[in-house]
């Protein structure tokens, strides 16, 4: 199994399972340092940080080696325009 395949397995299995992306803590605790504009999470997974900082008003660019995960990102992000 490559690296991809892995990623892409677990990501599936987070879905399966309605695991919910959440923000890592340390970003939540900064939050209110945080003012917008651009940032590119790299790894970003299901996206739990991306969405957080585009609700802070950041212009998000979201990389993973995982076509899963950048799927869901996609049509997750679609849905909440």
């Known amino acids: 199994m490559d690296v991809q395949d ?3 397995q677990q990501y599936m299995d987070k879905l399966t399972n309605q695991t919910t992306p959440e ?3 340390r970003l939540q605790e ?3 340092y945080l003012n917008g504009g651009t940032a590119i ?3 970003s997974g299901l ?3 991306s969405f957080f900082l585009a609700e802070l008003g950041y212009n998000i660019t979201a990389i993973d080696i995982s076509d899963i995960a950048i ?3 996609q ?3 679609a849905k909440r325009g």
């Open 6 to 8: 892995k990623w892409n």
């Open 23 to 25: 923000p890592n803590k």
């Open 30 to 32: 900064m939050a209110s």
């Open 41 to 43: 999470d790299f790894a």
């Open 47 to 49: 996206g739990g940080n």
């Open 71 to 73: 799927n869901y990102v």
């Open 75 to 77: 049509e997750l992000a």
